[in-house]
């Protein structure tokens, strides 16, 4: 099998923790988003519902504020190195998250990602957040918004891989060509291609089919 694009989630699978959890207790909100996040892994509450009021919070706050507050974001190792690895091997490598797409912007720009999905926060004039959400994504944007990834690319669904941890990339699990849960959730375990406990990224390598082949630049 040829790959053509490799996707990743971000929070719980590239990120060691919820990045909206993470940004919430800089901001002073900790304690309601985390109600928001658990009411959301129960069903209780739409991604909508939850961007709509987490959005609130960062009135007055722009793109250089969340990279700022981001620096030290805890991460699963060898990020870069994967991508890099892919990139080397002819396979693009995008994110695919709920998380804020400024967010998402921050680990595209620092490890090498292509490009990253996500809600957008409205930005005044001068580009501060207005605490408005201008675009909602929700997790069966994920496989749309990677559908449209793959026509640019000229790539189809099962050319493509993600790697996932939650219910959230359970739509595009079931949309790919190959899907890891990794560091998952017993859902996401339940609807992977395979399933991954580990410390390093680059461990996905050798668990999808021909990736790693004698011929592959291993650098």
Not at 2 to 7: Q, Y
Not at 94 to 103: E, R
Not at 118 to 127: A, Q, S, W
Not at 194 to 200: I, K, N, Q, R, V
Request: glycine share 8%; aromatic share 10%.
């Amino acid at each position: 099998m040829t790959w053509k694009l490799a996707c990743f989630d971000l929070d719980g699978t590239l990120a060691r923790t919820s990045t909206g959890l993470y940004l919430a207790r800089q901001l002073g909100h900790s304690e309601a988003m985390r109600e928001l996040e658990d009411a959301y892994q129960a069903g209780r509450a739409t991604n909508i519902e939850v961007a709509t009021l987490d959005g609130l919070h960062y009135r007055g706050l722009s793109q250089t504020d969340i990279t700022r507050m981001l620096d030290d974001i805890p991460v699963i190792r060898d990020i870069k190195k994967t991508v890099d690895w892919l990139h080397a091997n002819g396979i693009p490598s995008v994110i695919c998250t709920l998380a804020w797409k400024c967010v998402g912007e921050f680990f595209v720009d620092r490890y090498g990602f292509t490009t990253s999905s996500g809600p957008i926060l409205k930005t005044d004039h001068e580009g501060v957040f207005t605490g408005e959400v201008e675009s909602h994504f929700t997790e069966y944007d994920k496989p749309v918004f990677v559908e449209s990834v793959c026509r640019s690319l000229g790539v189809d669904m099962s050319e493509v891989f993600h790697v996932g941890d939650s219910v959230s990339d359970i739509p595009l699990f079931e949309a790919v060509g190959f899907s890891i849960a990794l560091n998952a959730n017993q859902q996401a375990k339940d609807k992977a291609t395979a399933t991954l406990d580990s410390d390093s990224l680059f461990d996905i390598v050798g668990l999808i089919p021909g990736l790693y082949t004698e011929s592959s630049v291993t650098n």
